[in-house]
């Protein structure tokens, strides 16, 4: 069961909450939609700034954005212009009452979703998958967490038959419910089609919502 499913869906409650947070009787579709809808927005528009993951926690009167990302300062600008400038342009878009603030990722390295992207965005400009995919793998170890595994599939080099490979370094137990394992995919839109990317990151076990290290 570990190895089918979502490591982040099977251990919601266990080592991490969830990205949304609000509780709605009668109009939830329509809430959920439009978190989709910011999450979309927000990450085309904010690209270039590494977005890891974007909270969304709707209080009365006000819905308040959490972004992570890799650089901040992109996000933010000089003064909080760009970030006040982001908040106006969701106000104007959503007709919501928005207050975004940025937390920074400091160790965009051992990310699962920004290793992701940025190994799709290598692939899309045709760099070797192999050494982009080990390199990757080398740099998140060397970050400090106890195991990384890297999945990419599809028409590798452009060969005519489709076929996946795996990296590994160190230890992903996914069965392990209190395991702290960070996950994402990602897509790379190439000339032979698309290649798909799958990332865990293991960072040790969790107990009492403190990560310890496996002895």
């Known amino acids: 069961m570990g190895k089918k499913v979502s490591p982040i869906s099977l251990r919601i409650g266990i080592t991490r909450t969830w990205d949304s947070k609000w509780f709605s009787q009668k109009d939830y579709q329509t809430k959920f939609l439009q978190d989709l809808e910011i999450r979309t927005y927000l990450k085309k528009s904010l690209e270039k700034a590494g977005v890891s993951k974007i909270e969304i926690i709707r209080n009365t009167g006000k819905i308040e954005i959490i972004i992570h990302a890799a650089k901040p300062g992109m996000i933010v600008g000089r003064g909080g212009e760009e970030i006040q400038a982001l908040q106006k342009t ?117 107990f009492k919502n403190k990560t310890l290290n496996e002895q």
């Open 90 to 206: 969701l106000k104007t878009k959503f007709a919501e009452n928005f207050a975004v603030s940025v937390q920074e990722i400091r160790k965009p390295e051992a990310d699962a979703e920004l290793i992701a992207q940025n190994i799709a965005d290598q692939v899309e400009r045709r760099f070797p998958y192999r050494r982009v995919c080990k390199m990757a793998v080398e740099k998140a170890k060397e970050s400090g967490v106890k195991g990384v595994k890297v999945m990419i599939g599809g028409r590798l080099n452009g060969v005519d038959i489709a076929r996946r490979e795996t990296y590994i370094e160190g230890t992903v137990p996914l069965h392990t419910l209190r395991a702290d394992i960070d996950y994402a995919t990602a897509e790379a839109n190439t000339m032979y089609g698309v290649i798909g990317i799958k990332v865990w990151i293991y960072r040790g076990l969790v």
